[in-house]
């Protein structure tokens, strides 16, 4: 499967955003799938995942709150939502794909990724 990652941009802290995954082939809704970021210097870092049919999701910790994971098998589309933005969410969002159960890791399929900036 084959994953594009977009609508990051420049936004000032207090917004909100959606981020977008949009899978090709046909076996997008038997993948769990997730998104991860990487802050510039750091280590990609898990944010969430979500079943693949969407009953069950699970976040990092620091992540409970402000970011919502979503898919629409239909759109073979998977979405992250973030509210109340906040500089340190700056970084660059991936999505991933991967066969079986949720998890944090073990991601087979992976997105290009997409920037976020967030400014105060």
């Known amino acids: 499967v084959q994953l594009q990652a977009f609508g990051g941009g420049s936004l000032q802290a207090g917004g909100s955003l959606r981020l977008s995954c949009e899978a090709s082939g046909r076996t997008f809704s038997s993948y769990a799938m997730g998104w991860f970021r990487q802050v510039s210097g750091k280590e990609r870092e898990f944010v969430a995942a979500?079943?693949?049919?969407?009953?069950?999701?699970y976040y990092t910790d620091s992540m409970k709150g402000r970011f919502t994971i979503s898919r629409d098998n239909a759109k073979n589309t998977v979405y992250l939502q973030i509210n109340s933005l906040k500089p340190e969410d700056t970084a660059v969002y991936y999505c991933?794909?991967?066969?079986?159960?949720?998890?944090?890791?073990?991601?087979?399929?992976w997105g290009q990724g997409t920037l976020v900036t967030v400014s105060s």
């Open positions: 991933a794909g991967k066969r079986g159960v949720i998890a944090t890791q073990g991601y087979e399929y």
């Open positions: 979500i079943s693949w049919n969407g009953v069950h999701s």
